[in-house]
């Protein structure tokens, strides 16, 4: 079992950075998929990215190229956002799936949650 807890979000304006930190409050990520996944007023939630156990990253077409995430270390992990926009704006949450295969990209597939941190992108 595990509890991610995620930090560092924020205001920012659009073209600026943030980086958000997921950490095991309970637990390790050793065994677990890292996800993030953000969701904005009156949308549903989506899939940002994620990191495998063996270290592999999928991203969503939308953050190519401007979204990292890594893993630090067996308690850590970090989403690094660049370039950001305005339609970035949402609540950002980490989670940790255990073996989810091809459905990483899938809420359903995550068994823990963080609670989410607010990022704001100004225009």
């Known amino acids: 079992q595990v509890q991610p807890v995620e930090s560092g979000g924020g205001l920012v304006q659009a073209g600026g950075s943030l980086r958000l930190s997921c950490a095991a409050s309970?637990?390790?990520?050793?065994?677990?998929?890292v996800g993030w996944f953000r969701q904005a007023p009156g949308k549903e939630r989506e899939f940002v990215g994620s990191i495998t156990v063996g270290y592999s990253t999928y991203y969503a077409d939308f953050v190519k190229g401007r979204f990292t995430i890594a893993r630090i270390d067996a308690k850590n992990t970090y989403l690094q956002m660049n370039s950001l926009k305005p339609e970035d704006t949402a609540v950002y949450y980490c989670?940790?799936?255990?073996?989810?295969?091809?459905?990483?990209?899938?809420?359903?597939?995550?068994?823990?949650w963080g609670q989410g941190t607010q990022v704001t992108v100004a225009s």
């Open positions: 309970k637990g390790t990520f050793s065994t677990y998929a």
């Open positions: 989670a940790a799936a255990f073996a989810p295969g091809s459905s990483i990209t899938i809420p359903s597939s995550y068994d823990y």
